[in-house]
């Protein structure tokens, strides 16, 4: 027997029916409704790579049960951009050569989009403390940190001049 789930997923309400309540919220976004942006790293929370936005929040999608999610919001990085372009988020890691190999990317921008989202004005302590909790396993952090850097800056800008993300 299935079990009807309601919440909004990138700003549309949708109804599910899920076998298993306890299915992971990665499991259903890659397997359910074919939302494959949202990466499988290490499926225990610790890698960052299945980073989501839930009621505002970062969180693993790998350790979040779908069952959970009635009448919640839910943002992939499938939300990010639109018709007008990037998410600011986006260009900076384009702009800076953030991506590398691109497995950990949609995590960090899922990350520091709920950053910016909560904390426009973020210092360089909270932009580390929210890289720090991606893994990258291509080489170093410095373009990652760069990329976080400039988004805020584009960020800034794209909210100054009222633009909707």
Do not use: W
């Amino acid at each position: 027997m299935s079990v009807a789930l309601r919440f909004r997923l990138n700003h549309e309400d949708v109804e599910i029916h899920v076998q298993d309540p306890a299915a992971t919220l990665l499991d259903v976004l890659r397997t359910d409704l074919n939302l494959t942006g949202t990466k499988s790293g290490c499926e225990i929370g610790y890698c960052g790579a299945c980073t989501v936005i839930v009621d505002g929040a970062a969180v693993p999608a790998c350790l979040q049960m779908v069952g959970l999610l009635e009448g919640r919001d839910v943002r992939t990085v499938e939300d990010l951009g639109g018709p007008d372009g990037l998410d600011p988020v986006q260009r900076a890691f384009v702009k800076c050569s953030g991506f590398q190999c691109g497995f950990c990317t949609p995590g960090h921008v899922m990350a520091l989009r709920a950053l910016l989202d909560q904390e426009p004005d973020p210092g360089e302590e909270r932009i580390r403390q929210t890289v720090d909790g991606n893994y990258c396993r291509c080489t170093g952090y410095a373009k990652i940190l760069d990329s976080a850097r400039e988004a805020v800056a584009l960020d800034r800008a794209h909210t100054a001049a009222g633009e909707a993300r």
